[in-house]
């Protein structure tokens, strides 16, 4: 019977090739969009399950009140790690880190003989490769990071160091120091939140300056902090014994911002990103949820497409139908034949979708920067696939089969058979749901491609064009600026903690005039090495002066900007002292001066309240606005030679402040 079912399936695919071709493009094309967006979703959602106990790894982060409203930031203390470590024993490892690429700072170089490399690493504790298990080829999580001159590297670094040789045990020149190679592991996989080429010990990272200070206090919130909880035991164990630990190791803290440590799972790192009142409430999942919404309507579209072409050839097989009960066939062995149909259609269209996909998959990966490819050996993919196909045919399918095998035999072979409403009606109501959700799309479209150029084309607040970003050159900052001024490739240049596309800071401001009692605030904070930073990013001087560019004079001088004036509701902002508690920096900052709004790291948000400081000494980031008329070409081979005459051991890397800031919208322009 099956047998017979599929052969007039197959009969009818020949004998009406045109109405064929139509149903199987057009739910070939369904298919295919429904595949990748799940291929897509998949490849989002399987971020970091490679690591093993993937579910036990956390992150530690601050919940604080900012004027009655719960802000989460990622960056804690270093003391913190001990006392969640002595407080809290559900908790198995912690490891505080630094990195990769924080505040901008030059990449570190690894040198072996004339192999010199300058990859993305990072600093972190003893335990935190027994936190993230990540696989070793060479030694263990065990020992790795216990010296303090060791240093772990991936297997393409060190490859790219050593060569075809095992690098284990070897030397390694790491900047002006010699490190001791005690582990390479896996390269890390392009679905890890956690990237980097090497890892060395925090606690040669911690041994001097402003770190080793930052060591023992609770106000210094600069770093990363990661755990690991026991096997066998949950969150919520833990938590209420983590949550006051500032209150209790550091009441004055605590007083101001009601500090109470949070963390969040790796597992949810990649798709919960936004926090709403201290709980992790959307980011990367919200669009898998409408990508995974938009993959169904487009293939409904195309199975009520399927259904319509079916249905509209009723005549056609009317008398097939009429014939075959004359015969002695069932309506329920007919609804068989017509949905084993669907299913064979289905079938072949799912072959084409297959197609359709692999040639896709290219510029896909392109636009939005994956590595996805159909996993051809995944014996769960095709148990999924093959039951994507049914329920697809099927669903396309019912409605054909149930209303052709309602034929009666007797109208149908006299002739007489007309649709009436009850017929019309159904088909009538697809129609409308197909174009319905084509409309909605198209709308969605629409409404989030002007969201897009709005933001793209809203007022920064300072001149993005042909400003470039470069990691600082620190010691030499002087004299080369002096050169690069002098090749009149470069009209201005400045040097700052932040560039001019990101936040590298958050601050808290202890008082300042209006206060309300107990009222917390944290703004963004950028240092400043010169008197040229607004100058070259084009950002307007409102009121006030500008820094004189002597220490002596402009350290405990501050300028805020427009946003940072309205949320301390400063009336006569200028003269009004502020007091914040940083080490190393005067507490009582006098404002000199305010400054227009400038966009940063948030295009859809309004600007932060940001601060402006006078000190060179905590500043990484160069900038430098080409000459008007200046060939891009001719000025970046000039300032090479300059910036490599400087900084002899690190390679020149520049980015176009333009092209950084348009990094913003690349999940938007996917959508």
Known sequence: MLQNYFKTAWRNLIRSKVYSALNIFGLATGMAVALLIGLWVNDQTSFDHFLPNYQQAYQVKYNYNNNGEIKTQIEVCIPLADALKNEVPEIAYTASAFGPANYGTLTDILTVNDKKISPDGMVAGADFLKIFQFPFIEGN???????????????????????????????????????????????????????????????????????????????????????????????????????????????????????????????????????????????????????????????????????????????????????????????????????????????????????????????????????????????????????????????????????????????????????????????????????????????????????IQYAKNRPRGYNPNRLLMSPGVNSQYGPLKHDVLATGMVSSMTKSLSPATDVNSHNTIDNWPGRLPNEPLSIAMNALADTDYFRTLGIQLLAGRNFTGSFAADSNCVILNEAAVKRMRLKEPLNQIITWSVSNAPNHLRVIAVVKDALTNAPFAPAEPTMFIYQPSWTFNTMYRLSPGVSTQDALAKLKLLFNKYNPDYPYVYHFADEAYAANFELETLI
């Open 141 to 451: 999580a065990d020992n790795a990071l216990k010296d303090p001159s060791s240093i772990v590297l991936t297997e393409s670094t060190a490859k790219a160091l050593f060569g075809n040789e095992s690098a284990m045990n070897k030397v390694v020149r790491f900047n002006n120091d010699s490190k001791k190679v005690t582990g390479i592991i896996k390269d890390i996989p392009r679905n890890s939140s956690l990237q980097f080429s090497y890892i060395y010990p925090f606690s040669v990272f911690a041994s001097g300056g402003w770190v080793k200070a930052a060591t023992t206090n609770w106000n210094h919130t600069f770093f990363k902090l990661f755990a690991s909880l026991k096997p066998n035991v949950t969150y919520a164990q833990a938590e209420p014994k983590m949550r006051l630990l500032v209150q209790k190791y550091s009441p004055g803290t605590y007083k101001t911002f009601q500090q109470q440590v949070t963390m969040q799972s790796l597992a949810d790192w990649h798709l919960y990103t936004d926090y709403k009142n201290g709980i992790a409430t959307g980011g990367l999942i919200d669009y898998v949820k409408m990508f995974s919404i938009t993959g169904m309507l487009v293939l409904m579209i195309a199975c009520i497409n399927f259904m319509n072409l079916s249905t509209a050839r009723s005549e056609k097989r009317a008398r097939e139908v009429g014939v075959r009960k004359v015969i002695g066939s069932t309506r329920a062995g007919l609804i068989w034949q017509f949905l084993i149909e669907s299913v064979v259609i289905t079938f072949i269209s799912f072959l084409v979708s297959l197609l359709f996909v692999q040639l896709a998959l290219p510029a896909f990966n392109l636009l939005a920067r994956t590595e996805i490819s159909i996993p051809w050996s995944n014996a769960y993919f095709w148990l999924i696939i093959i039951s994507y196909v049914l329920i697809t045919g099927l669903l396309a399918g019912s409605r054909p089969a149930f209303y052709l095998s309602s034929f009666q035999p007797v109208k149908v072979l006299k002739g007489t058979m007309q649709a009436g409403k009850s017929a019309t009606l159904p088909r009538k109501i697809l129609v409308v749901l197909q174009f319905s959700c084509s409309i909605a799309l198209i709308i969605s479209t629409i409404i989030v491609y002007q969201q």
